[in-house]
């Protein structure tokens, strides 16, 4: 067997192990809470986590609704490819639209038109209308550091807050989910992939994604070491030039802080090569609303963000 071989193999053992580790983690949840939910946005990550959910509980259907905290600021494609995910699988959908609570005073439009920072309250709400006590979440711990210190089962306390000194240990493979009445937990079953992993996994699987994630011709202008793109967030600035490019989009958010890399990968293996090659994780490449300080996710996570 040539070292190539050696290296296939092992990288088909380990996709196998992180889907077998994914596919217990959702049948413990099932076991052990009354009213999961599984955030789901139509992006990569979450349309790996759907597809889990169903091989974890095939030929039953998946027994979980699944939740869309919506900016209004997402990518037509993106929410093109939500609907039709939910359709064809028969799931239920819940959309929390962060317009709502604009309209209705709870929250109020950022000078800057980002609307990322005000999923949070529309996705506290939503949990507490719902009484839904364990929510699923793409999050990966090579993402960004404050999710590499999030356990797989983490706790949020009554307002949805998280404690990072709370957190519980996870020795051989055994999830605490004990709650007190008002507070919930938000699983991870993805934590321990790696951006190339879901890759591969996407390329093994077969699973299909929104078009954006693949090389295309966009209009596009640069910010802060960005390609943005006009959208109902804005458009550029004086100085700003627009140019007509071939770019993919590594990860997908809200439209305003969410940029696109040069590309001219077409087809799921040349995105694994692409990424195999970059030296910056998706969302330190590409997520404008992560530079608003050194621990803008870990602020946000605490306030109850994803």
């Known amino acids: 067997m040539t070292t190539l071989e050696t290296a296939a193999d092992a990288a088909r053992d380990n996709l196998t192990a992180l889907e077998s580790e994914a596919v217990h983690i959702f049948r413990e949840v099932a076991g052990e ?41 997402n990518f037509d494609e993106v929410i093109e490819f939500r609907d039709k995910v939910v359709e064809t699988y ?69 307002f949805g807050q998280w404690d990072p000194r709370r957190q519980r240990p996870e020795l051989w493979n055994l999830y605490n989910g004990r709650h007190r009445p008002g507070e919930h937990v938000r699983v991870f079953p993805l934590s321990n992939w790696t951006e190339a992993d879901v890759w591969n ?43 007509e490019l071939m770019v993919r989009y590594r990860t997908v958010g809200d439209g305003s802080c969410t940029g696109a890399v040069e590309s001219t990968a077409t087809t799921v293996e040349e995105v694994i090569a692409e990424v195999q090659a970059s030296r910056l994780t998706e969302r330190g490449a590409t997520r404008a609303d992560d530079r608003l300080s050194e621990a803008a996710m870990e602020d946000r996570k605490r306030e109850g963000y994803f």
Do not use: C
């Open 33 to 73: 809470f009354d009213r999961p939910v599984i955030l789901f946005s139509g992006g990569k990550d979450s349309t790996l986590l759907l597809h889990l959910a169903i091989k974890a509980f095939w030929p039953a259907p998946v027994p979980f609704p699944l939740l869309h905290v919506d900016t209004g600021h």
């Open 90 to 158: 028969g799931l239920r959908l819940v959309v929390a639209h962060v317009q709502d609570w604009i309209d209705d005073g709870r929250l109020t439009e950022r000078p800057d038109r980002t609307r990322n920072p005000l999923q949070t309250q529309p996705l506290l709400d939503t949990i507490s209308e719902h009484k839904f006590d364990a929510v699923f979440g793409g999050g990966r711990r090579d993402e960004e550091r404050a999710r590499a210190k999030e356990r797989i089962f983490s706790l949020r306390n009554a």
């Open 201 to 243: 996994y996407i390329a093994r699987e077969g699973i299909e994604l929104p078009s954006i994630y693949y090389a295309h011709r966009r209009k596009v202008y640069r910010r802060d070491g960005m390609w943005l793109t006009e959208g109902p967030w804005g458009g550029p600035r004086d100085g700003e030039v627009v140019e």
